[in-house]
Nanobody, 122 residues
Framework: QVQLVESGGGLVQAGGSLRLSCAPS????????MGWFRQAPGKEREFVAA????????SYADSAKGRITTYKDSDKNKVHLQMNNLKPEDTAVYYC???????????????WGQGTQVTVSS
């Protein structure tokens, strides 16, 4: 089993930036990819970004491209989500997930963090 702990959420004004972090523990050797999902009030959880465990391959939702970057801090085994030019529609609970894989039904994950709230005010 993999445990995931997110940090870095908060309240920010539109146009601002936030960096979320995710620290995995437990069966880390089983992780081949990690990712980020978000769930806004009244909406389904949606994929945001994913990264291979080596950090060399990334994938982004169209809504994230150009503003959001995920990267891996290899010496600390942490994954980060850097979000710039935030918009009110980015308001959601953000979840770290691992491993993340793409199937015919979309992106799925095996384990989830507890989530961290991101609120963007206009």
């Amino acid at each position: 089993q993999v445990q995931l702990v997110e940090s870095g959420g908060g309240l920010v004004q539109a146009g601002g930036s936030l960096r979320l972090s995710c620290a995995p523990s437990g069966r880390i050797f089983s992780i081949y990819s990690m990712g980020w999902f978000r769930q806004a009030p009244g909406k389904e959880r949606e994929f945001v970004a994913a990264i291979s465990w080596s950090g060399g391959i990334t994938s982004y939702a169209d809504s994230a491209k150009g503003r959001i970057t995920t990267y891996k801090d290899s010496d600390k085994n942490k994954v980060h989500l850097q979000m710039n030019n935030l918009k009110p529609e980015d308001t959601a609970v953000y979840y770290c997930a691992a491993p993340v894989q793409y199937t015919s039904g979309g992106y799925t994950a095996g384990s989830w963090g507890q989530g961290t709230q991101v609120t963007v005010s206009s």
